[in-house]
């Protein structure tokens, strides 16, 4: 079993920025990819950003260049750098990892999950 705990959200003004842990326990050996999901009022849960086992980022159109996914293996941590935030990226946000070394867009494809950290954006 994998167990993750997010950390980090808060509220902050349009153009601010946040930094997002997820902490993993348990056995962190059997995740090949790990992922940042998000999931806004009404909306569905959506891909955020993603990494790779050879450390190869992905990210969804609407945060390039403003959100950087970074892990530290030592400290069996993943980040989620926000910058430049913006009113839509409120949501709830979640930290995910699958055992599939493709990292897919589909979140029925990632076995385990945190609980997730609220992130507002206000004007």
């Known amino acids: 079993q994998v167990q993750l705990m997010e950390s980090g959200g808060g509220s902050v003004q349009v153009g601010g920025s946040l930094r997002l842990s997820c902490a993993a326990s348990g056995d962190t050996y059997r995740t090949a990819c790990m992922a940042w999901f998000r999931q806004g009022p009404g909306k569905a849960r959506d891909r955020v950003a993603a990494i790779a086992s050879d450390g190869t980022p992905t990210y969804a159109d609407s945060v390039k260049g403003r959100f950087t996914i970074s892990q530290d293996n030592a400290k069996n941590t993943l980040y989620l750098q926000m910058n430049s935030l913006k009113p839509e990226d409120t949501a709830m946000y979640y930290c995910?990892?699958?055992?599939?070394?493709?990292?897919?867009?589909?979140?029925?494809?990632?076995?385990?999950w945190g609980q997730g950290t609220q992130v507002t954006v206000s004007s």
């Open positions: 995910a990892a699958s055992v599939h070394f493709f990292c897919s867009q589909d979140s029925g494809l990632y076995s385990y």
